[in-house]
């Protein structure tokens, strides 16, 4: 199992620009999420996914969409970058996103900067 | 609003001396909390939660629901302990982590 993936590792955009960044898992996990990482502020949820046609947002949602056309993928589409956006991404997954204790696995990361 | 702190920074210690990462938390009820790693180029990994109640490398946690505190702790640190620490409780259902700012120790030979 190749685990988590996410794509691209790095990307530079310009403000007003738009992009997806692509994160796929082989695990057959129910649950996905969306987190950024900034510096002093530790791993902040954008979006998740409790299954496959069902999303939500978390704490950061705003200049983020997201959406869930199957279970393997879970792409994150910034439509007009803002310098603020400027972050590292990672991608997550569980098996069940009603089981509280359940593992959450993560992807390597993409690191965005937006000039 | 829920949350979750970690007073620390960073922390350093010497090879051989006891850790302890703190963390608090500002829930009702009885949350579930987590302990996250990550290792320099490595990926993000559980590293315990509480509801097991387990050691992993040598690493216990403790749930104080008095203190509302969930603190990690070594009794002797190595140099492979050195890395960013996360504490994490569930918030809301599903399985929604919410991540502290972190810890990053240090562990000096």
């Known amino acids: 199992n190749a685990g988590v993936t996410q794509t691209p590792k790095f990307q530079v955009l310009k403000t007003g620009q738009s992009m997806t960044l692509q994160c796929a898992q082989d695990?057959?996990?129910?649950?996905m999420s969306w987190y950024r990482q900034d510096p002093g502020m530790g791993l902040r949820l954008i979006h998740y996914?409790?299954?496959?046609?069902?999303?939500d947002q978390g704490e950061v949602p705003n200049g983020y969409n997201v959406s869930r056309s199957t279970t393997e993928d879970f792409p994150l589409r910034l439509l007009s970058a803002a310098p603020s956006q400027t972050s590292v991404y990672f991608c997550?997954?569980?098996?069940?996103?009603?089981?509280?204790?359940?593992?959450?696995?993560f992807g390597p990361g993409t690191r965005l900067t937006v000039t | 609003a829920q949350r979750v702190t970690q007073p620390e920074k960073l922390l350093s210690v010497f090879k051989g001396a006891p850790v302890e990462l703190k963390c608090n938390y500002s829930?009702?009820?009885?949350?579930?909390l987590f302990w996250y790693v990550q290792y320099s180029r490595q990926r993000l990994q559980l590293l315990l939660r509480?509801?097991s109640r387990e050691s992993i490398k040598g690493f216990t946690a403790d749930l104080n629901k008095g203190e509302t505190s969930f603190h990690l702790k070594k009794p002797f640190a190595q140099e492979e302990d050195s890395a960013m620490y996360y504490c994490?409780?569930?918030?809301?259902?599903?399985?929604?982590?919410?991540f502290g700012a972190g810890t990053r120790l240090a562990v000096h030979p």
């Open positions: 997550a997954s569980s098996y069940s996103g009603t089981s509280g204790s359940d593992e959450q696995y």
């Open positions: 996914s409790v299954g496959a046609g069902i999303t």
């Open positions: 509480h509801i």
């Open positions: 994490a409780p569930l918030s809301g259902g599903y399985n929604k982590l919410i």
């Open positions: 695990m057959n996990h129910e649950y």
């Open positions: 829930y009702s009820g009885s949350p579930e």
